[in-house]
């Protein structure tokens, strides 16, 4: 992992998603270990934010850990993966299943494009 790209949880979820998305976007990947989809987008979505420098964040939420199911059903989330872009504190757009990195780079540029210069 590295700067941009972290784990999240129930505990930390408000502080490194909804408060940290007044600074920039944030991508939260709802993922499950058994999920063969999301082992899948997970390095395809690391490296696209990678390539953003910092201008928008990710954050990996597995759902099966401790309390996470419980955001998963918070945000109607229904299948796995999902992404969900949080611009402002609220969830600005989503997609689901796995998808390649220039999809990827597309989508976040149409829904986050003024907040990521």
Known sequence: MSAYVFDVGVDDFDARVIQASH?????VDFWADWCAPCIVLAPVLERVVEGYAGSVHLAKLEVDEG???????????????????????????????ARPANWIEDWLEQEAGAELA
């Open 23 to 27: 600074r920039r976007p944030v991508l």
């Open 67 to 97: 309390e996470n199911m419980r955001l998963a059903g918070q945000y109607q989330v229904r299948g796995f993966p999902t992404v969900i872009l949080f611009i402002e504190g609220r969830e600005r757009a989503r997609f689901s299943s």
